[in-house]
């Protein structure tokens, strides 16, 4: 493998519960066609065959899910589907893939995306996922993503960045300051107003062999793990590999690589995504995806809304869903379950899963 080729993998182990009652367990939001025709990992790998080859197009998912993942993006080869022993967050997840390929080129680039994002401009994702392999190799730093701020968006993460970055292409580089985790709306609204702070988009494109350094630097419990897949994936036994894995995984902890790196590290870059990009976090957020009716009401499926306003209603069941003089409401119904709430509570539903998980008479409603 070139050390000039850029790899990307995509992080498939989300479970998706702000989407219930469609998403479950085992059809988890990246399953899912929230925004159109295709899943969103299927969507997310075709994108990125504008970035790469497909051949160097990777997908961590969970054990449970990589059957489902191979029948919704049936062009990937099956050896670069993943699963992982456990979910742990996504540290774990990027040592694994960074550890696997290490054992063929430390020197490949890696780009790490989620499979549950909506990105239109697919051309300019590409481009500005070269440009930054290309920094990543020149600087030997660890790129992150970040978009610029249209509004003072609270449930997104920030980024602070100040001196630019030279470079020649067209994608505009700065050296990260501070990441900020989901703040209140007065905070963002002040690191908006500042024009150095972008949204932490959870995308990451760095040199395998930087990321794993600094993983064994910042999160030594991993480091004997990492060490143990690259010498296992070099044997090229299955069995070796599997158990290496398992023994990662049994002594990482349970974080995501802002906090065990991102945050930590003293060389890290922004590129300066000018691409449009939602990480539809919630129904709330599929109202700008979905056609909307003369009072905004965003809808799929068979549904009646008679003075009602700025609703989001979906029906995946045989029937209708009619709605009557409500305002601001999210109904979604499937053939077992109705989910009601008010839009500005969209972010919660995952409290239903939770107490919904709790009981066994309704655990497989989530399941």
């Not at 988890?28 to 990992?41: D, H």
């Not at 070269?130 to 790129?143: C, G, K, T, W």
């Not at 957020?285 to 009646?304: I, S």
């Not at 069941?317 to 979604?332: E, H, R």
Request: hydrophobic share 50%; aromatic share 6%; glycine share 6%.
């Amino acid at each position: 493998m070139s050390n000039d080729t850029l790899n990307v993998c995509i992080m498939a182990g989300g479970k998706g519960e702000r989407f219930w009652p469609v998403s479950r367990a085992t059809q988890p939001k990246q399953l899912m066609n929230i925004v159109g025709a295709r899943s969103m990992i299927a969507e997310t790998v075709v994108r990125n065959q504008q970035v790469t080859s497909l051949a160097q197009v990777y997908v961590v998912t969970t054990q449970a899910q990589a059957g489902a993942v191979a029948v919704a993006a049936p062009e990937l080869a099956r050896a670069n589907i993943i699963g992982e022993p456990c979910g742990k967050n996504t540290a774990p997840c990027i040592g694994l893939i960074c550890a696997l390929l290490a054992a063929r080129d430390a020197d490949a680039v890696l780009a790490v995306v989620p499979a549950d994002h909506c990105i239109p401009d697919a051309a300019l994702y590409a481009q500005t996922l070269r440009d930054a392999a290309a920094v990543a190799r020149r600087e030997r730093a660890l790129l992150t993503i970040g978009i610029q701020p249209t509004f003072p968006e609270t449930g997104y993460g920030y980024i602070l960045a100040d001196a630019p970055v030279a470079f020649a292409g067209p994608t505009r580089f700065s050296r990260v300051t501070q990441f900020i985790e989901k703040p209140p709306q007065a905070r963002a609204e002040e690191l908006i107003a500042t024009g150095h702070a972008f949204w932490n988009a959870g995308m990451f494109v760095f040199r395998v062999a930087d990321m794993l350094a600094a993983l064994t630097t910042h999160v030594p419990a991993m480091a004997a793990g990492l060490a143990g897949v690259t010498a296992a994936a070099r044997t090229g036994n299955e069995h070796e590999v599997a158990a290496a894995m398992a023994a990662l995984y049994a002594a990482a902890p349970a974080i995501s690589i802002d906090y065990a790196v991102m945050e930590k590290a003293t060389n890290v870059i922004v590129a300066h995504g000018a691409f449009v990009w939602d990480d539809v976090g919630s129904w709330l957020a599929v109202a700008a995806h979905w056609p909307q009716d003369a009072h905004g009401n965003a809808t799929r499926g068979a549904v009646l809304a008679l003075d009602s306003a700025g609703c989001v209603l979906r029906n995946d069941a045989p029937g209708i869903v009619a709605v009557l003089g409500l305002q601001d409401v999210v109904v979604v119904r499937t053939a077992d379950a109705v989910l009601v709430c008010p839009k500005d509570r969209a972010q919660e539903v995952k409290k239903l899963v939770q107490a919904l998980q709790a009981a066994p008479a309704t655990r497989g409603l989530v399941e």
